[in-house]
DNA sequence: AGATAACTAGACAGACCTGTCTGCTTAATT
DNA sequence: AATTAAGCAGACAGGTCTGTCTAGTTATCT
């Protein structure tokens, strides 16, 4: 409900605070005070924006999601014409991100587990995430011929949160790598 | 440090109820008073037998990797003594646990997500078990005859760990089967 | 110049947080 | 019977949490 694509400076701003805490430190680790005061806000601002703490939350993970599927779109459109190599970039993004310098871990995969409960809105917007990358694979796979492309794309959605949780875990770009491998293995056999 | 095994009936208590919360609602989602209240323990007792939640959270890790590397044990065992059968039962073993009643996906995952930061002592001790279970697979790896135990461990494992937040986010037992299939489909092709 | 909207600082409520301390009671052991 | 260990209730400290409210300030628009 309530106007959900205003964009104003000082919105952004608190928004660009909020996600660097709340990724660096989780949800709950940070206080509304402390996103505050790095961002240099006052209280009131914050709430004549976000009816709560909650809701910014799910404004940060509808922002997230979006630009995040905005950034695979972008590596699959860099990769070409061929189908295989555009799926197989996925991959490649995927090994870029485990990279980067402030690379943290999944936060739909962490808001999942910090708010555990199946009906809860921000657990619920995380999966919502994972069901649109999912999406996003189907395609792709169809692209290159699989028939089963659904299947396909549950198969590599495995593949890539358990990659990404390795990472999180070992703080290494190998997961993406095996994920890759793996990817390439099993597409071979169906196409 | 200080005695890391001792066992008395009102610590094996808290730990069950603080077990049984934190699983339920998250660590940081869930206060000592909470803990304490349900158990029907003084604080006093609770800050002998721990130094501080921190040490309280670590011992239910270890506890609970122990307890579920057992219980993965015993499904391994309990297929029988083909090494196939074997490994595959570990992803039995996940469905099962996919359909029981109070599954809320996995706590390692949740802890190094609701405790981020690489050298915090939780989510080393969380990795700590993912790092175990890769290992065990790879046993039941070389038991079938996997030439390159550790890659085709590493591998099942991200399918496991991807497996592990699907069904959290759908509360479906699918992604067990996905995986399952996946596996036997990868191994068929070394083997 | 007057009105409107956005932002400010800061107090405030009421609850919760972890961890410590004290004084008392129970139970087992010697 | 005396000692020791374990657990009890509850106060306490010092801080943090989300969210509300007030009163004053800036800036824009007509």
């Not at 790095?38 to 914050?46: F, N, R």
């Not at 295989?84 to 990279?99: I, P, Q, S």
């Not at 396909?152 to 593949?159: C, I, K, R, V, Y």
Request: glycine share 6%; proline share 2%; hydrophobic share 50%.
């Amino acid at each position: 409900m309530s106007e959900p694509e205003i964009s104003s400076p000082k919105r952004d701003h608190l928004m660009a605070t909020a996600w660097r805490l709340f990724y660096r430190d989780g949800f709950r680790a940070v206080g509304i005070d402390l996103i505050l005061a790095e961002a240099g806000v006052a209280k009131m601002t914050l709430y004549n924006h976000f009816a709560s703490k909650e809701e910014l939350i799910v404004a940060l993970l509808v922002k997230r999601d979006r630009e995040l599927r905005a950034s695979i779109v972008a590596t699959v459109e860099a990769a070409g014409k061929s189908p295989m190599k555009r799926l197989l970039a996925v991959f490649d993004w995927l090994e870029e991100w485990f990279g980067s310098a402030d690379f943290n871990g999944c936060v739909f995969i962490r808001a999942l587990s910090e708010y555990p409960e199946a009906v809860h809105v921000i657990h619920r917007t995380a999966w919502n995430h994972k069901v649109a990358v999912k999406a996003m694979l189907a395609e792709l796979c169809a692209a290159v011929g699989v028939t089963n492309s659904d299947g396909m794309a549950e198969t590599l959605s495995l593949l890539i949160d358990g990659a990404i949780v390795a990472a999180h875990g070992t703080r290494e770009i190998g997961s993406a790598r095996v994920a890759r491998a793996t990817a390439v293995t099993l597409l071979k056999a169906v196409v």
